[in-house]
């Protein structure tokens, strides 16, 4: 989503968020040569909406975080941790109380951590937009940029973000970076 909707005219995004639910299979390739199709995208995200991007501030991405986790402020009845853009990174204490588990000074976006009164410029679906699965707090978000160009964004972005430089293929070999960093008291 983040190369989606990255340039200022597209809506001028430095991070995005997609709920678990909107992810409705792992991407796996459906050849043995690692190539990726529409289809086994679209089994990773079928749904039609838009992409919405929003202005908010660098405490709000942290109550947002903190709206992931089960008794914070009511909003959730189990853990719902969100999937994040290349380039945004967090640790959370899996023992911390509710509405405490995220420590602000690991979030970081492209490795510079964020500032609580800075505002930035986020991507996610219309669903989470509208405060969807117990996420409020995006309700909060300013200048919202809507793009209703294309139906089924999902599916669409998944392949213009994920293989945006021309990649076809992870290669079975080949790891992703963590970004989710969970840590546990000793």
């Not at 001028?12 to 991407?27: C, K, M, Q, S, Y």
């Not at 838009?50 to 709000?60: C, E, I, K, M, R």
């Not at 709206?67 to 911390?96: K, M, P």
Request: aromatic share 6%; glycine share 12%; charged share 25%.
């Amino acid at each position: 989503m983040p190369k989606a909707t990255r340039s200022p005219d597209a809506g001028g995004a430095v991070v995005a968020f997609t709920n678990p639910g909107g992810i409705r299979a792992d991407l796996s390739s459906s050849s043995m040569h690692g190539e990726v199709t529409y289809g086994d995208a679209f089994r990773v995200q079928p749904f039609g909406g838009n992409l919405v991007t929003l202005t908010l501030t660098g405490s709000q991405i942290e109550t947002m975080l903190e709206q992931q986790f089960e008794g914070c402020a009511g909003n959730q009845a189990t853990h719902r941790i969100l999937q994040v853009s290349h380039g945004f990174e967090y640790a959370w204490n899996a023992d911390g109380p509710a509405c405490d588990k995220i420590d602000p000074r690991t979030i970081r976006i492209g490795g510079a951590s964020i500032e609580s009164d800075r505002d930035y410029r986020v991507t996610v679906n219309d669903f989470l937009a509208e405060g969807g699965d117990g996420f409020r707090v995006f309700l909060e978000g300013r200048d919202r940029s809507i793009d209703r160009g294309h139906r089924n964004p999902g599916t669409r972005r998944v392949l213009e973000t994920t293989f945006a430089r021309g990649t076809t293929s992870t290669g079975p070999d080949q790891t992703l970076p963590s970004r989710v960093l969970v840590v546990r008291q000793a």
